[in-house]
């Protein structure tokens, strides 16, 4: 399975990104999915996941300003996100994931991410 982050970069607290994910040698369609972040010298974490009937769950930090979405015909997973702060810096990865609970799973690879820098 490979895994391509892409649409990271440098904003301005307060702006915008969009963080498209491509999902090569799998079909999301049969699974849960998330994103994930890791800031510099913490553990990576899953902020946002969306199941296969669409069930959506966000960590407490990142309600009412991220949103997850997934598009089954493209195989590709999406995270908006609004109102960044600088505490949102961090290499941001897209993966399976169990939406109940916000349990992380793999598919046993994790791809480059994409650095998302938010300071001004």
């Known amino acids: 399975v490979q895994l391509q982050a892409s649409g990271g970069g440098l904003v301005q607290p307060g702006g915008s990104l969009t963080l498209p994910c491509k999902v090569t040698g799998t079909r999301i369609a049969l699974n849960g999915m998330g994103w994930y972040r890791q800031a510099p010298e913490k553990q990576r974490e899953l902020v946002a996941a969306v199941g296969m009937e669409g069930e959506i769950n966000y960590v407490e930090s990142v309600k009412g300003r991220f949103t997850i979405a997934r598009d089954n015909a493209k195989n590709t997973v999406t995270l908006q996100m609004n109102s960044l702060k600088p505490e949102d810096t961090a290499v941001y990865y897209c993966?399976?994931?169990?939406?109940?609970?916000?349990?992380?799973?793999?598919?046993?690879?994790w791809g480059q991410g994409t650095q998302v820098t938010v300071s001004s």
């Open positions: 993966n399976a994931a169990d939406w109940c609970g916000l349990r992380p799973r793999t598919f046993g690879s």
